[in-house]
């Protein structure tokens, strides 16, 4: 059974930092992508970052050059370093992993707050 679970998230002032993890455990499949998406209130899920099997990454426009998306070699642990925090950058956000066949497995979210 594959599990994700997210933890890091918080409360941060405006031009801070925060360091998402995302623990993984019974994915014994080949990975296609990890990501990790957000949903703010009233809004739909959107991405933020992902990063390939392969290790290239994609970001979204609005966070390039504030968040690094990393994961361990071991493909177990996934991280998102969030730096420069914007209050727009509020919002739940989700671990995502993506296999080959299609399916998507999801964690239960972590918060992430940033006051002005």
């Known amino acids: 059974q594959v599990q994700l679970v997210e933890s890091g998230g918080g409360l941060v002032q405006a031009g801070g930092s925060l360091r998402l993890t995302c623990a993984i455990t019974g994915s014994d499949f080949i990975i296609r992508t990890m990501g990790w998406y957000r949903q703010a209130p009233g809004n739909q899920r959107d991405l933020v970052a992902s990063?390939?099997?392969?290790?290239?990454?994609n970001y979204a426009d609005s966070v390039k050059g504030r968040f690094t998306i990393s994961r361990d070699n071991a493909k177990t642990t996934m991280y998102l370093q969030m730096n420069s925090l914007k209050p727009d950058d509020t919002a739940v956000y989700y671990c995502?992993?993506?296999?080959?066949?299609?399916?998507?497995?999801w964690g239960k979210g972590t918060m992430v707050t940033v006051s002005s």
């Open positions: 990063i390939t099997s392969g290790g290239s990454t």
């Open positions: 995502n992993l993506k296999r080959y066949n299609g399916v998507n497995y």
